[in-house]
C-alpha cells in the first residue's frame, strides 16, 4: 500500500506530539492526585480524632495497674476466665515437657559418651591406678602447716 507525502509527514508531527502529551498526561494526572489528597487531608484529621475520641470515651474505668478486658460478643467472664486458665496450663505442661525432654536427651547423651571410655586404657594412658595417688599429690594442699607440724614433732622426739 503507497504511503503519500502528506501521511509521513502527519506521521513525524503526531509522533512527537506523542511524547508531549505523555508528559502532560503525567503531570495532569499527579497535578489531580495532589488536589485530591489535599482536599482529603482536613476530612481524614477530623475523622482521625473523632474517633480517637470515641475508643477513650468508651474504654473501660480503670482502679489499678491490671489489664482490664472487655467482654464482646456472646461470652460471659466465667467462659474468659476458663480459657485464659486453659491457655495457661497449656504453656505450663509444655515447659514441662521441654524440660524432661532436655534432661532425657542429657541423659542418654552421658550414657553414650562413658560407654565409650574405656577407664582401663585411660588409667594406662595417664600411669594412675587408683584415686589415691591422685589424692595423695595435692598441688592445692597447704604444705606450711604440715610441714611445720612434723618439724614439731621431730623437734620433740629428739630432745
Keep these: 500500500m503507497a504511503v503519500n507525502q502528506e501521511d509521513r509527514n502527519s506521521d513525524i508531527i503526531h509522533a512527537g506530539n506523542g511524547k508531549s502529551n505523555a508528559v502532560l498526561d503525567f503531570f495532569g494526572c499527579s497535578y489531580r492526585a495532589t488536589v485530591r489528597l489535599i482536599k482529603?487531608?482536613?476530612?481524614?484529621?477530623?475523622n482521625y480524632f473523632k474517633r480517637k475520641i470515641?475508643?477513650?470515651r468508651n474504654?473501660?474505668?480503670r482502679t489499678d495497674i491490671s489489664r482490664v478486658y472487655v467482654v464482646v460478643g456472646y461470652t460471659t467472664k466465667k467462659r474468659v476466665d476458663e480459657k485464659f486458665n486453659a491457655e495457661r496450663r497449656?504453656?505450663?505442661i509444655r515447659r514441662g515437657l521441654l524440660i524432661l525432654i532436655f534432661i532425657l536427651i542429657l541423659f542418654i547423651a552421658v550414657d553414650r559418651i562413658t560407654g565409650l571410655v574405656n577407664y582401663g586404657e585411660m588409667a594406662q594412658i595417664?600411669?594412675?591406678?587408683s584415686w589415691d595417688e591422685v589424692v595423695e599429690n595435692d598441688p592445692f594442699e597447704d604444705r606450711t602447716t604440715q610441714t611445720s607440724a612434723a618439724a614439731v614433732t621431730e623437734m620433740t622426739?629428739?630432745?
Design 90 to 92: 497449656m504453656m505450663i
Design 40 to 46: 482529603g487531608l482536613p476530612s481524614r484529621f477530623v
Design 59 to 61: 474504654r473501660p474505668k
Design 126 to 129: 595417664f600411669g594412675i591406678d
Design 54 to 56: 470515641k475508643e477513650y
Design 157 to 159: 622426739i629428739s630432745t
